[in-house]
């Protein structure tokens, strides 16, 4: 069965970095899209930042543009969200999605908390 599994979250500093890594298996990785969303207390889930299958097109909210960064390696199966610059507004649990025609998936999350 599709598993993603996320790691690399934690507390830092604002002004700070982290990078989330998300492991995939039981589907083919490398035909699916792959994104990274957030849930902040009290608010909806929102997309973050999008990777095409291939890795040759991306996209970002624009709230992290510029900061953030989204890559995958398909010879890994994993898909990898770095974080610079982080402000305390981006703190909340970041899930992993996989996308593939008539099938997605989240992962379990994994809190980034940005506090001094």
């Known amino acids: 069965q599709v598993q993603l599994v996320e790691s690399g979250g934690g507390l830092v500093q604002p002004g700070g970095s982290l990078r989330l890594s998300c492991a995939a298996s039981g589907f083919s990785f490398s035909s699916a899209s792959m994104s990274w969303h957030r849930q902040a207390p009290g608010k909806e889930r929102e997309l973050v930042a999008s990777i095409s299958n291939a890795g040759g097109i991306t996209n970002y909210a624009d709230s992290v543009k510029g900061r953030f960064t989204i890559s995958r390696d398909n010879a890994q199966n994993t898909v990898y969200l770095g974080m610079n610059r982080l402000r305390p507004e981006d703190t909340a649990v970041y899930y992993c999605?996989?996308?593939?025609?008539?099938?997605?998936?989240w992962g379990q999350g994994t809190q980034v908390t940005v506090s001094s």
């Open positions: 999605k996989m996308w593939l025609p008539g099938n997605s998936a």
